[in-house]
């Protein structure tokens, strides 16, 4: 079994920051690609970062220059620094990992989801 636990969200005032963390536990061989996904009340969950394994990573463009991914692959765990916050980023956020279990077995493994609530 595979889990990954999210933890850091919250409530905070535009302009403000906050740091999601996610760690993967588990059967566990080896971990590809992780990143983060929202979801907003009515909207589809859309991508809002992702890391490679070497630490390459890609960004939404209504993200860019706000938000930070990084990951210490001996932990399994990523991370996501939210900075300048808009009442836009209020979501739920979801981390993801692309991983292979000790099984062998490849396939992408949510978290449970962590809310972020961004006041005017």
């Known amino acids: 079994q595979v889990h990954l636990v999210e933890s850091g969200g919250g409530s905070v005032q535009a302009g403000g920051s906050l740091r999601l963390s996610c760690a993967a536990s588990?059967?566990?061989?080896?971990?590809?690609?992780m990143g983060w996904y929202r979801q907003a009340p009515g909207k589809q969950r859309e991508l809002v970062t992702v890391?490679?394994?070497?630490?390459?990573?890609d960004s939404a463009d209504s993200v860019k220059g706000r938000f930070t991914i990084s990951r210490i692959n001996a932990m399994n765990t990523v991370y996501l620094q939210m900075n300048s916050l808009k009442p836009e980023d209020t979501a739920v956020y979801y981390c993801?990992?692309?991983?292979?279990?000790?099984?062998?077995?490849?396939?992408?493994?949510w978290g449970q989801g962590t809310q972020v609530t961004v006041s005017p």
């Open positions: 993801i990992a692309h991983l292979v279990s000790s099984a062998g077995q490849w396939g992408n493994y």
């Open positions: 588990g059967s566990i061989l080896s971990i590809n690609n």
């Open positions: 890391i490679t394994s070497s630490g390459g990573t």
